[in-house]
């Protein structure tokens, strides 16, 4: 009888590409970014601003992965998805996480996640304006600019820093958005808007904020997802359910085990845009 292993792969070699490609779209986009004041001048609009600017990111990202591993497939938030062999990777994007910040000149981050059957397998986030890289291979720990990372361990409710996004002008499309603040807001210490849902998970991941929740994508938040679970955190949507729910509707909670269960205790009422 013919017996087929499946050999594990290391991934640190990929990464290590990752990260030099994320840091080339961080330099590319950055160039554009400096120039968020133009916008006052109208030499171009908000929308095409940040579109070219995430345009030109994918693109970079994508050739770059896609000439090095050309069996594996390819999914961007700019363009249609590019398939190919490899039945089990894929790459997942997204070349501008924070597109509201980036026009007003904050910071915003870079995600690059390879996936592999239903795991997130390498993960790389940049943030080009405070030059954090954030890397995580499962099993091998989380790390920000190589130092190991660990969720915040406070537990006290008066100093939970709680991170979330809120939409202004396209309201009913998330609604309960306002209400989840009223939901949650005392006795916490702080609620804090990041603007990027990536760079918010990564927040957690190394205790700048002691949670994070938000409905939203999930090429937005993988790679954070994994780096606060490899920097002891938890993740699961918003009535504790795990990744075969979440990664399809993105209603997540993100946080240290304290945060996690006032969230949970605190979000399970409230309003939001995918049924339960
Ligand atoms: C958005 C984030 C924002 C968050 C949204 C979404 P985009 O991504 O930047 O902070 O609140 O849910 O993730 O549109 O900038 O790629």
């Not at 699961?236 to 979440?246: A, F, K």
């Not at 209603?251 to 939001?272: C, G, Q, S, W």
């Amino acid at each position: 009888m013919e017996i087929h292993l499946i050999m594990p792969l290391s991934y640190d070699a990929v990464l290590d590409e990752m990260v030099a490609t994320a840091r080339e779209a961080g330099a590319l986009t950055l160039e554009h970014f400096k120039r968020f004041r133009d916008l006052e001048i109208g030499i171009k609009g908000p929308a095409d601003f940040v579109s070219d600017a995430d345009r030109e990111s994918e693109l970079l990202i994508r050739d770059r992965l896609m000439g090095r591993w050309p069996d594996w497939s390819f999914y961007g938030e700019e363009f249609p998805p590019t398939e190919r062999g490899d039945a089990e990777h894929r790459w997942l994007v997204d070349p501008i996480d924070g597109t509201t910040n980036f026009i007003n000149g904050q910071h915003y981050t870079i995600s690059i996640a390879l996936r592999r059957g239903n795991q997130t397998v390498a993960g790389a986030l940049y943030n080009p304006v405070s030059d954090e890289m954030f890397t995580a291979i499962p099993g091998q720990g989380a790390f920000m600019n190589g130092e190991r990372l660990r969720v915040s361990q406070q537990a006290d409710v008066a100093l939970f820093a709680i991170g979330t996004g809120l939409p202004t002008p396209n309201l009913q499309l998330y609604p309960g958005a306002y209400q989840r603040l009223d939901a949650i807001r005392a006795p916490i210490g702080a609620i804090r808007i990041v603007g990027s849902a990536a760079n918010s998970a990564a927040y957690v991941a190394m205790g700048r904020l002691t949670g994070y929740f938000e409905e939203t994508g999930f090429s937005d938040t993988a790679v954070g997802i994994l780096c606060v679970q490899e920097a002891g955190g938890v993740v699961t949507d918003w009535w504790g359910r795990g990744p075969e729910i979440y990664e399809q509707t993105g209603t997540l909670i993100i946080a240290n085990a304290a945060t996690h269960a006032y969230l949970l205790e605190h979000l399970k009422d409230v309003p939001r845009k995918n049924p339960k």
